[in-house]
Each structure stands twice: as structure tokens, then as C-alpha cells.
């Protein structure tokens, strides 16, 4: 079992920078591949980032490159989601989860999640 808190949203203007956290609980957070995702109003949740347990390779959504970044920081039990140049439409509930194996971007294969946290981007 392993339980996941995301820490770190708010309200920001376009163009800012914001460090998502997430403290997982559990002592083998580094066998876990991590993963970021969001959900707008009225949208699907959908992929933004993901961490391999294994060797640590990182992926992102399209629309994320170059401006996110995910990291994990394993003795801390922590990944986090580093976002630049935030637009309005970043605007969405920020999830983190949890999954064995390599990462995906598909939600239905993560097996844990967090409560989220809110982020909006003001224009």
C-alpha cells in the first residue's frame, strides 16, 4: 500500500514558475514508477510526466516538454513536478500516482493516487 500527498499548487499569474510535491508514504517508494497528471473542469485526466523506478528515465506529455519537469528524490520518499512558464490553460487539479513496472501514460494502469492539488493559472 502505498499513500500519496501532493503539496504545492496555487494560484499563480501566466508566465510563472510553481514546484509540485508529492510524499509518499511506504518503504519501497524507489521499486514505484511515479507519475504526474491533471484534470481540468469538464476534461478527462490526462498524462503530464512520469519517472521510472528503475533508472530513473523521465517522459512527458507534448504540450509539457521543455517547460516541466519531473524528479524523485528517493531517500525523501518524494517526486516532485517542476513547472515553468505556466500558461492559463494549465489551469487543473495536479495529481501524482503510483505504479509498478515502467512508466505509461495511461491513467487506468496506475494503481495509486493522491487527493491532488490545485493549480491556476491567471492570465
Not at 510553481?18 to 519501497?28: F, I, V
Not at 521499486?31 to 476534461?43: D, H, L, N, V
Request: glycine share 10%; with cysteine.
Amino acid at each position: 500500500q502505498v499513500q500519496l500527498v501532493e503539496s504545492g499548487g496555487g494560484l499563480v499569474q501566466a508566465g510563472d514558475s510553481l514546484r509540485l510535491s508529492c510524499a509518499a508514504s511506504g518503504r519501497t517508494f524507489s521499486s514505484y514508477t511515479m507519475g504526474w497528471f491533471r484534470q481540468a473542469p469538464g476534461k478527462e485526466r490526462e498524462f503530464v510526466a512520469a519517472i521510472n523506478w528503475s533508472n530513473s528515465n523521465t517522459y512527458y506529455a507534448d504540450s509539457m516538454k521543455g517547460r516541466f519537469t519531473i524528479s524523485r528524490d528517493n531517500a525523501k520518499n518524494t517526486v516532485y513536478l517542476q513547472m515553468n512558464s505556466l500558461k492559463p490553460e494549465d489551469t487543473a487539479v495536479y495529481y501524482c500516482a503510483a505504479k509498478r513496472g515502467l512508466a505509461t501514460v495511461v491513467v487506468g494502469y496506475y494503481d495509486y493516487w493522491g487527493q491532488g492539488t490545485q493549480v491556476t493559472v491567471s492570465s
